[in-house]
């Protein structure tokens, strides 16, 4: 006859399976996963792996743009990270504010302004920005400027900080947008006019 002992049991089984029982977070070959409900996902805290994990479950032309229902059922089984289903949806949105201002060509600014159709790339583009993110990496972003090229309609995600001055977005700017396309002839943001002329002016 057999005799089962739970406690030996419990000794023998693999250090991070009894980890996977008890805990929410565990250790696989020194990475930390989390678990939640039925679901284990890679931890992640750097702000570029972040964006990347966004940018693939939603905006890669084979995922179609899914469903946010859907794109939150996909990260949560690729990546983990605090906040992340909030974070989710704050780029969601923040990507379809960016995608109807793409498809607004001509339309009037204010009175006497109108946005011309852009006849090249980075000639005209949008700044907008995504606030209120959990600080990571090792300057604490807690926040991502995007740019958007109305001509190709491609998006670029600057990690950054909510509080950043004028200077500091255009010093960013120039370093990663005027160093490899250019000067734009238009930037359209919904910032105050003193922040955008402060800008242009350090650029």
């Known amino acids: 006859q057999r005799y089962r002992s739970p406690e ?8 991070w ?10 250790l696989i070959d020194d990475l930390l996963y989390h678990k939640e409900q039925h679901t284990s996902a890679l931890t992640i805290i750097d702000r570029d792996h972040i964006y990347l994990i966004l940018q693939e479950c ?3 032309p084979y995922m179609g743009h899914m469903s946010e229902d859907r794109t939150k059922e996909r990260v949560a089984n690729t990546a983990w990270w ?7 949806s704050s780029y969601i949105n923040t990507w379809e504010r960016c995608q109807k201002a793409n498809r607004n060509h001509g339309k009037k600014y204010g009175l006497i302004q109108h946005i011309e159709e852009p006849k090249h790339p980075w000639e005209t583009i949008n700044m907008d920005w995504v606030t209120g993110l959990v600080p990571g990496g090792e300057e604490n ?13 491609s998006m670029r995600f600057l990690p950054c900080h909510k509080e950043d001055t004028a200077t500091d977005t255009s010093l960013l700017f120039w370093a990663n947008i005027i160093s490899t396309c ?10 105050d006019p003193n922040f955008t002329s402060e800008f242009w002016t350090n650029l």
């Not at 972003?141 to 309609?153: C, H, P, T, Y």
């Open 8 to 15: 030996l049991e419990s000794q023998l089984e693999e250090p």
């Open 17 to 26: 399976l009894r980890d996977y029982k008890d805990n929410k977070s565990f």
């Open 58 to 60: 939603h905006d890669c």
């Open 82 to 88: 605090p906040k992340w289903e909030q974070e989710l």
């Open 141 to 153: 972003f807690n926040a991502w400027l995007i740019i958007v090229d109305r001509f190709s309609k």
């Open 182 to 191: 250019g000067v734009p002839k238009i930037i359209i943001s919904d910032r």
